[in-house]
């Protein structure tokens, strides 16, 4: 008798893996069919004319003083380019970090305030200043009124370099970021001599750039260590790193564990031309413009 139910629980474990191996084949064929930004990204890219053989210039960090990070959400400056700033600051960099939003619309106040003193101790470790746009997690209001408030900050920073998600990174806020760039320079017109890092989050970049960061990976632990909220629901720190890790093939040479993070580096005018080929394409290119599931 145990015999014949041990099979039959084969039979059933069997069939159900092959029902869910179907339904998420097809899920998946659904989903890359509703990617209408494929062509538009690829139009984009296509403007920069990339060399198959581009090798990225491996830099100690960046040349530039007067850094400006925008970070969608509290700790994307820690997870993304941390390492990079804290090279920065070490060799003299002043750096100022803007937050696009505080949090999600339905958190509390206390929530939202604790995460905010987390930023503050993570930026503490490397000497940066914090601003806040005020924007909600996923609610970033892409206005005339947000664009314009953008381009005051970026006044009154002055900064000479200005880090930011880069702008295929997949998720919506992330690339909000760029195309709210593009609406204030379109507005307020920011100096040309403006550098521009874009950093990698959840998306591999396609990098011109790469910093070696393996002696300041632990420093890097420790800074997103700083965001404890977020980390008690995942190993941001473990993800970053490993990242880093996987950059390290972009090293010229890497014995042993190394850790390096990606960058793709452009003048202000360069980088506004890739962003005006793909968010004025005349597609969607947000998930929630072509697909309305609710994604983390």
Same mark, same amino acid.
């Given at each position: 008798?145990?015999?014949?139910?041990?099979?039959?629980?084969?039979?059933?474990?069997?069939?159900?893996?092959?029902?869910?191996?179907?339904?998420?084949?097809?899920?998946?064929?659904?989903?890359?069919?509703?990617?209408?930004?494929?062509?538009?990204?690829?139009?984009?890219?296509?403007?920069?004319?990339?060399?198959?053989?581009?090798?990225?210039?491996?830099?100690?960090?960046?040349?530039?003083?007067?850094?400006?990070?925008?970070?969608?959400?509290?700790?994307? !400056?820690?997870?993304?380019?941390?390492?990079?700033?804290?090279?920065?600051?070490?060799?003299?960099?002043?750096?100022?970090?803007?937050?696009?939003?505080?949090?999600?619309?339905?958190?509390?106040?206390?929530?939202?305030?604790?995460?905010?003193? #987390?930023?503050?101790?993570?930026?503490?470790?490397?000497?940066?200043?914090?601003?806040?746009?005020?924007?909600?997690?996923?609610?970033?209001?892409?206005? #005339?009124?947000?664009?314009?408030?953008?381009?005051?900050?970026?006044?009154?920073?002055?900064?000479?370099?200005?880090?930011?998600?880069?702008?295929?990174?997949?998720?919506?806020?992330?690339?909000?970021?760029?195309?709210?760039?593009?609406?204030?320079? !379109?507005?307020?017109?920011?100096?040309?001599?403006? !550098? *521009?890092?874009?950093?990698?989050?959840?998306?591999?970049?396609?990098?011109?750039?790469?910093?070696? *960061?393996?002696?300041?990976?632990?420093?890097?632990? %420790?800074?997103?260590?700083?965001?404890?909220?977020?980390?008690?629901?995942?190993?941001?720190?473990?993800?970053?790193?490993?990242?880093?890790?996987?950059?390290?093939?972009?090293?010229?040479?890497?014995?042993?564990?190394?850790?390096?993070?990606?960058?793709?580096?452009?003048?202000?005018?360069?980088?506004?031309?890739?962003?005006?080929?793909?968010?004025?394409?005349?597609?969607?290119?947000?998930?929630?413009?072509?697909?309305?599931?609710?994604? %983390?």
């Amino acid at each position: 008798m145990a015999s014949a139910t041990n099979r039959i629980r084969a039979l059933l474990e069997r069939f159900f893996a092959l029902a869910w191996s179907r339904a998420s084949y097809r899920f998946m064929i659904q989903d890359w069919q509703s990617l209408s930004d494929l062509e538009t990204a690829s139009q984009a890219i296509n403007t920069l004319r990339f060399s198959r053989n581009l090798t990225p210039l491996e830099m100690s960090e960046p040349q530039g003083k007067r850094i400006c990070v925008l970070a969608p959400h509290i700790d994307d !400056e820690a997870i993304g380019p941390g390492g990079t700033l804290i090279k920065a600051a070490r060799a003299g960099a002043q750096i100022d970090v803007v937050y696009f939003t505080r949090g999600r619309s339905h958190e509390s106040d206390a929530y939202r305030d604790n995460r905010m003193a #987390e930023a503050e101790a993570a930026l503490a470790m490397i000497g940066a200043r914090h601003h806040y746009l005020g924007h909600m997690t996923r609610e970033i209001a892409m206005t #005339e009124s947000s664009a314009k408030a953008l381009a005051d900050k970026l006044r009154e920073l002055e900064p000479d370099t200005l880090f930011l998600p880069f702008l295929f990174d997949d998720h919506d806020d992330h690339r909000r970021v760029s195309d709210m760039v593009l609406m204030a320079h !379109e507005t307020a017109g920011f100096s040309p001599k403006l !550098e *521009i890092w874009a950093y990698q989050v959840y998306t591999a970049v396609l990098g011109n750039v790469v910093i070696d *960061i393996s002696d300041v990976a632990q420093d890097k632990r %420790d800074m997103i260590g700083c965001y404890a909220s977020e980390m008690a629901k995942r190993d941001w720190a473990h993800y970053a790193l490993g990242l880093n890790a996987w950059n390290l093939r972009f090293l010229k040479s890497a014995p042993g564990p190394r850790y390096a993070e990606m960058f793709f580096v452009a003048p202000l005018k360069d980088y506004m031309t890739l962003c005006r080929t793909y968010f004025r394409g005349g597609k969607p290119v947000y998930y929630d413009q072509a697909d309305p599931r609710p994604r %983390d």
